[in-house]
């Protein structure tokens, strides 16, 4: 890129508002190891790029050590013994530094060689990877931040029986180990953070992302009540999907499952029926939203219940998207008309098969990522990145404007004096 460019639209002073601008907390040291190489490559791309646009502003920022670099990033060695016991070694210096690192724990594209065969990095072991950066950076970094777009472990918030509450776990494990922040994106439930009350722990919100990149993406969306709806695939999106209807306007459905137990020789058999409640969607385009795509399965059989109702178009959005089956089954379903289209983050690993594939589209993350780590480095405010709605009524209502226009436009009769320009 040889222009400056940002995909968020903001810059730490028109966003946060801070005049003066609070000084830096130190020099930016990322830690990218467990990344997507061409994400983090972005990311470091994108924090340059806005350093450099503050210089101009600020040339007595040049005077300040290392806040003006091309390259933020540090190396730090992860490989693993054939057994399967990891290390960590920062092989550059991290003393003095704000340090923010990046963890991918689904980053399934990572491997390493155990007992001969290539195996696939765990969730479990990418956590234990991260544990082993802070316990290597602790003594000499300024500040350690801890940057988990998934959030590991994120479904396992609450006790329902006899179990693990891993996620609470986690967190109360690296604030120990001396971590200062922890921010994740679309946190399952963010009361998590109840576990540990007294540190910083923060989940943001991609909904304007995501909204940007559909509108940009799907040009020709009517977003008005006739026209477009918001559906829930289960209970547990329901709060995110509640912010999408208010934000944008517009209806709101949800499915849930119904659950029937019946004694069939003696045992107790439960069976489960998706219903849905709500509007209905005959003739509308749907967006369906949820904060993780797993297997696809959940979204499908949404799908196909709201075509049999009779709507339009089926759009999925999820934060996080992991296909754990394989994406031929949502190839399917975009090959039948069922889903029109599909968006996810960049923050996470996807294969080059999905990637390749016509039906998806990756919503951009990595100046919005850049942005925020700007942010903390100079403490400033969070609470519009945290709380996007205005943001958001900014962009469909400029959406609306334009889509407005143009159909007014192509109804318009042309005349005499219109073939003659």
Not at 286 to 308: H, M, P, Q, R, Y
Not at 354 to 382: E, K, Q
Not at 387 to 401: E, G, Q
Request: glycine fraction near 4%; hydrophobic fraction near 40%.
């Amino acid at each position: 890129m040889d222009h400056l460019a940002f995909p968020a639209d903001q810059s730490v002073k028109n966003l946060f508002g801070d005049e003066p601008p609070l000084e830096s907390y130190g020099p930016i040291a990322l830690i990218t190891e467990q990344m997507e190489p061409a994400f983090a490559e972005r990311v470091n791309h994108q924090l340059s790029l806005r350093r450099h646009a503050m210089l101009k502003e600020q040339p007595d920022l040049e005077f300040v050590p290392g806040y003006v670099r091309k390259e933020y990033r540090k190396r730090c060695d992860l490989s693993r013994f054939s057994s399967g016991e990891g290390k960590a070694v920062l092989l550059d210096s991290v003393r003095g530094h704000d340090l923010y690192i990046l963890t991918d724990v689904l980053n399934c594209g990572a491997t390493y060689r155990r007992y001969g065969k290539e195996v696939s990095i765990a969730p479990d072991e990418h956590f234990q990877d991260l544990a082993r950066i802070v316990l290597s950076a602790r003594d000499s970094a300024t500040r350690i931040n801890v940057i988990m777009p998934y959030l590991y472990e994120g479904r396992r918030y609450h006790r329902k029986g006899r179990e693990s509450l891993d996620c609470a776990m986690m967190l109360r494990q690296l604030f120990e180990l001396g971590i200062d922040n922890f921010i994740t994106f679309d946190a399952r439930d963010a009361r998590v953070a109840n576990a540990v009350p007294r540190y910083n722990f923060e989940s943001f919100p991609t909904s304007y992302q995501t909204i940007r990149t559909l509108l940009d993406k799907i040009q020709d969306l009517v977003i008005d009540r006739d026209h477009m709806m918001i559906v829930s695939p289960d209970e547990s999106s329901i709060s995110r999907s509640i912010f999408y209807a208010s934000s944008m306007k517009l209806p709101l459905g949800i499915f849930y499952l119904r659950h029937d137990f019946k004694l069939i020789g003696g045992k107790t058999v439960r069976s489960s029926t998706r219903t849905y409640l709500g509007d209905s969607p005959e003739g509308k385009d749907i967006l369906i939203v949820s904060d993780l795509l797993d297997s696809g399965n959940e979204f499908i059989a949404c799908a196909t219940a709201l075509k049999a109702r009779g709507a339009r178009r089926i759009i999925c959005a999820a934060s996080f998207a992991q296909f754990t089956e394989g994406i031929a089954a949502m190839r399917q379903a975009w090959e039948n008309g069922v889903v029109e289209r599909v968006f996810t983050t960049d923050m996470t690993y996807r294969s080059p098969e999905l990637l390749s594939s016509p039906w998806y589209t990756s919503i951009p993350m990595a100046d919005d990522l850049a942005l925020l780590i700007t942010a903390l480095n100079h403490d400033a405010s969070l609470s519009r990145l945290l709380a996007p709605a205005k943001r958001i009524a900014t962009l469909v209502k400029r959406h609306t404007t334009r889509v407005g226009a143009r159909r007014s436009l192509d109804h318009r009769q042309i005349s005499f004096s219109d073939l003659q320009q």
